[in-house]
């Protein structure tokens, strides 16, 4: 799978080591930077790779920040983007299965590598279960119109 990957300065340590879990588990990271430790912004970098999951240049996309908050604020206003910020492997879980979340956010400053490595492994492995939630995820966009 083609993750789209992407930080900001607080976010960055986290980032080279996600693409590297990437990679090692046989998927194609492509990197939206940043690509230093020196201050930036985050919109600069969750718009494009969100908008890269959106227009299906990747599968799924993944971007971090201090708090995973507002790269999943800026990743939800592009449509078609479900971005869920996610600090236990449950919630990850469970925006696949019932939100059928297509981006994962991650606060570097609030959860270990270890917990972020083990949230994105059940991210990427998790299935959307359909039935019940279609609809519901279906009016996420058609009331929204994003
Ligand atoms: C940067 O200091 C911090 O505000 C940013 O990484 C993020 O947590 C914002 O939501």
Not at 41 to 64: C, K, M, S, T, W
Not at 88 to 113: C, D, F, K, Y
Request: proline share 3%; glycine share 8%; net charge negative.
């Amino acid at each position: 799978m083609k993750i789209a990957i992407a930080s900001d300065h607080a976010g960055f340590d986290y980032k080279e080591k996600i693409i590297s879990l990437i990679k090692d588990t046989g998927n194609n990271p492509v990197d939206f930077g940043t690509n230093t430790i020196d201050s930036c912004d985050y919109p600069d970098y969750a718009y494009p790779a969100a908008e890269a999951v959106a227009n299906h240049i990747a599968d799924f996309g993944i971007i971090i920040c201090g708090t995973g908050i507002g790269m999943s604020i800026v990743a939800n206003k592009v449509h078609g983007v479900r971005a869920a910020n996610c600090i236990t492997p449950e919630m990850a879980r469970l925006a696949r299965q019932h939100n059928n979340a297509n981006v994962l956010t991650l606060g570097a400053r609030l959860i270990s590598i270890e917990l972020a490595k083990e949230i994105i492994t059940i991210f990427l492995n998790t299935e959307f279960e359909g039935g019940r939630h279609i609809n519901r995820v279906n009016k996420i966009h058609d009331i929204t119109g994003c």
